[in-house]
């Protein structure tokens, strides 16, 4: 049962140790405004830049959402005019595929649009609670190295809504969750806040409201090939794990780094492009376990589909 006072201890304990300024890691100051059905609504405000992150129904927004307001609001008409969910999806995907082609966008730039198209696509698969089979590292793996993962701390970005991190609660000592579409950051921190170790932020994988080597562990799951600044978000590994810290990866293959129907569409530019073995192993990290392992998945977009997700496990620092 969410408890109103453990909520507020547990976001000021969020500011506390955990979140910063991704634009310069300057200090949060948090204000709560109030509160709505037991989450608080405030802010926080960088004591070096100024900047200002809403705190809404206790999530934390990290994601600047101006570049989607201003590009897609004419489709946010759509979705909220009780057009059908997968309608809506396909029309904005429509939309941005007509504008890379008319404008001639460049990868770079094809990329970035796509990365808000995402955001868009998830934040419907989640209110309509369409997205099914969130990927969970399965029982076996897990126990292979339940030891390692003992009373860490541990981030999962592109955590969508949140079951594998719930599970992984039992062993952590404590949960960071993050995700760029805001239902989907909503849904897991109320799951993480409902077992009392953790809370889930809105914000992307490669620019971190995370203090410098504030986590013991990095996870990220079926993803990398929708991050448009992927060697960013390595460069964030480096960043926020600690010394000795680990990874659990897992990318689904083989990634799809465009769109099957039309190569022009890229989500991620070539030369940010990076396998799961070389993120597992970049930054001092080195691979101890991997499996292939299942993913059965069902979404409004593409309905079920039956993929397998390659899940690596790496340690920085010297490997026995
Ligand atoms: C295919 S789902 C994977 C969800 C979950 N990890 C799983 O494996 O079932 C991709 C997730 O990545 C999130 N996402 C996409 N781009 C992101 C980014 N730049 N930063 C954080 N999350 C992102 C989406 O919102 C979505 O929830
Ligand atoms: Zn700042």
């Known amino acids: 049962m969410l408890i109103k006072k453990d909520i507020e201890s547990t976001i000021e304990l969020a500011l506390k140790k955990y979140l910063v300024c ?43 959402g101006s570049l989607e307001n201003q590009i897609l609001k004419p ?8 057009r059908e969910p997968r309608d809506a999806i396909i029309d904005m995907i429509t939309y941005a ?27 419907i698969e989640a209110f309509y609670n ?7 590292v399965p029982k076996e793996f897990i126990d292979s190295v339940k030891t390692e993962l003992k ?27 993050c995700d760029i579409s805001t239902e989907m950051a909503k849904k897991t921190n109320k799951k993480l806040l409902e077992v009392g170790n953790g809370f889930a932020f809105q914000g992307t994988a490669y620019k971190l409201p995370l203090r410098r080597d504030s986590v ?34 897992g990318g689904c293959e083989p990634p799809q780094w465009y769109s099957p129907a039309d190569p022009r569409l890229v989500y991620v530019p070539e030369n940010q492009r990076m396998t799961t073995d070389e993120i597992a192993n970049a930054n001092g ?36």
């Open 22 to 64: 991704p634009e310069d890691e300057g200090k949060l100051n948090l204000q709560i405004g109030g509160f709505d059905n037991k989450m608080p609504y405030g802010n926080a405000k960088c004591e070096k830049c100024g900047k200002v992150y809403e705190l809404n129904s206790g999530v934390f927004y990290f994601y600047d």
């Open 75 to 82: 489709l946010k008409q759509n979705y909220m005019n009780n």
């Open 97 to 123: 595929s007509n504008m890379i082609k008319a404008l001639s966008l460049n990868p770079e730039q094809c990329a970035q649009l796509f990365e808000i198209v995402q955001k868009y696509r998830y934040d």
């Open 130 to 136: 369409g997205y099914k089979g969130t990927f969970k």
């Open 151 to 177: 009373d860490t701390i541990a981030v999962e970005c592109a955590c969508g809504p949140g079951e594998n991190l719930e599970n992984l609660l039992k062993f952590l000592d404590f949960g960071i969750g």
């Open 216 to 249: 013991d562990g990095f996870m990220i799951f079926n993803a990398f090939d929708r991050i448009p600044w992927l060697r960013k978000l390595v460069k964030e590994i480096d960043r926020t794990v600690k010394n000795r810290g680990y990874l659990l990866i």
């Open 285 to 320: 990290f080195n691979e101890i376990k991997r499996r292939l392992c299942p993913w059965n998945v069902t979404s409004i977009l593409d309905g079920y589909e039956k993929l397998e997700t390659l899940v690596l496990f790496s340690k920085r620092g010297d490997v026995k």
